[in-house]
Every structure is written in C-alpha cells, then in structure tokens.
C-alpha cells in the first residue's frame, strides 16, 4: 500500500514495505504503550510513589498513539516516537516490577509491623501486670515495715519494763537479804533471850525448886497458883507493887457494878456480898482475896 508522502511523488515499493513494517511497529508500540498504560494503572493503585511514573507512561503511551497516527504522515516522527514509546513501554515496565517489589516489601513490613505490635502489647501487658505485682509487693513492704516497727516498739517497751522489773527484783532481793539477816540477828537475839529466860524460869512446879538457882528466878507453884521469885534466899510470892486493904472491905456489900483497880491487892472480911445483877470485874494485875465463907458471902 503507497503512504502520500506529500509533494515529491509516491515513492518506491522497497519503501513502502519499510514503511509498513514502521507502521506496524509503531501499532504494536501503541499497544504496547496502551498496555503499559494498564500496567501502569494497576502499578499505581499498588503503590503511591509508582503513580507519578505509571501516568507519566500513560501519557507517553498516549502521545505514543498520537505519534503512531502521525508517522503515517512522517516516517521520521513515527520512528523517534516508536523508539519513546518503546523505551517508555520499558520504563513502565521497570516501574511496575519495582512497584511489586516494593508492595511486596511493603508487606513484608506490614507483617513485621504487625508482629512487632503484637509483641509489643504483649510486653506492655506484662508490664502491666509486673507493674501491679510491684505495686501490691511494695504496699506488702510497707505494711510488714510498719508491722516491724510496730513489734520493735513493743520489744523495747517490753525491754524497758523487764529492766525495770530487774531492778526491782535486785533491790528485793536486797531487801530480802537485808531482812534476812535481821531475822537472824532477831532469832539469834531470841534464842538468846529464850535460853536466858528459860535460865530463869524454872517452869510449872508444885514446889519451891532448891537447885541452880540465881536471884531473879522464877517459877509457877500449881499447888498455890501464884508465882514465886528467888529473892536469893528465899522464894517469895510475886505482888502488886501497891498492896490496899481498905477496912471498908470488912463487911462489904456491892450494889453496884465495880471494876478493881490495876495493881492492887483486896482483902475481904466475913460478910461479903455482891448482889444479883452487879459485875464486879478484877483485873489480871490485881488480887482479890475471900478470907471467910460464911453464909452471908456472895459472889
């Protein structure tokens, strides 16, 4: 088929088939390009930075089939635009392989990504529970601390108190060695005293003894009931120091209630008479002496 060449005839037959075989070249280009243009598309929705160059490719390819369209006109145009068109075809080919190059990387960083978050809220959420093991274990210190504080208080109070109870324990004990040794001076001093009267008094007899006497000493007569003392030759009756023998007591009626005086020695005569309801009391250190039994005698 002749291709119009503009004025300067219509050319040979070896040209024409070399202009065919351009044509189709430049058809299969715009193909290309238009599938690159595709590629591109799909390149582009895969990843943000390959857009710029799929839409760059697209619009070569575009102006790949325009060029196409006008190297039906000019040969020369349809070759250099046949050649852009193939290296853009390439180009975009290059990009859509470094497009799912990076996709792919892409994700493979999401997936480490993903696994690094799952990681990391696993971590946080340990931390988050050794946080809370931390935070009950130091309240658990804080309270055993204060429990300890509370038990050495009390152990020095305890301390305090067992010294003090020490101490009077040692002052007792010195008061007790104290009273210890009086009542040991005081029994030595009463066993002394014990032989020293038991030296003097000779006991319960029914007669004057004759035998280690000494002046000063004493003894019961059961047979009397008086006791006696050893004036050093004799044995004499112990008496009131005050003896009274009033002559009013001759002949004497009580009529009333009487208490004796202490110390003192009464000497009755033959008409004594102490009426009924009267208490004539006669105190131990004073003696009452009924000479006379007589009818009129009353006690």
Do not use: C
């Not at 050794?130 to 208080?153: D, I, L, R, V, W």
Request: glycine share 6%; proline share 1%.
């Amino acid at each position: 088929m002749a291709i119009y060449r503009g004025i300067g005839g219509s050319g040979d037959s070896t040209q024409d088939s070399t202009l065919n075989e351009i044509t189709q070249k430049a058809i299969d280009a715009a193909n290309s390009a238009t599938a690159a243009a595709n590629s591109a598309t799909t390149a582009a929705n895969s990843e943000s930075t390959v857009a710029g160059s799929a839409t760059a490719a697209a619009n070569a390819a575009t102006q790949g089939a325009l060029s196409a369209t006008a190297a039906a006109t000019s040969k020369d145009t349809a070759v250099a635009q046949g050649t852009i068109a193939t290296n853009k075809a390439s180009a975009a080919s290059s990009s859509q392989t470094a497009a799912a190059n990076s996709a792919s990387a892409a994700a493979s960083s999401a997936t480490a990504s993903a696994n690094s978050a799952t990681a990391a809220a696993s971590s946080a959420s340990t931390a988050t529970t050794k946080a809370s093991e931390g935070s009950t274990s130091a309240s658990t210190a804080t309270t055993k601390a204060s429990e300890a504080s509370t038990s050495a208080a009390t152990a020095t109070t305890k301390a305090n108190l067992a010294t003090t109870k020490a101490d009077t324990a040692t002052t007792k004990a010195s008061e007790a060695s104290t009273s210890a040794g009086n009542a040991a001076t005081s029994a030595t001093a009463a066993a002394s005293s014990l032989s020293t009267f038991q030296g003097i008094f000779h006991g319960a007899l029914n007669a004057d003894p004759n035998s280690n006497l000494s002046t000063g000493d004493l003894y019961f007569n059961t047979v009397a009931n008086t006791t006696k003392v050893y004036n050093g030759s004799t044995w004499q009756v112990v008496s009131p120091t005050t003896v009274v023998e009033p002559a009013a007591w001759t002949n004497r009626t009580i009529s009333s209630s009487l208490v004796l005086d202490n110390n003192t020695y009464y000497n009755t005569g033959s008409n004594f008479v102490v009426n009924h309801g009267v208490v004539l009391t006669v105190p131990l250190s004073s003696v009452l002496e009924v000479h006379y039994y007589e009818t009129q005698k009353s006690l």
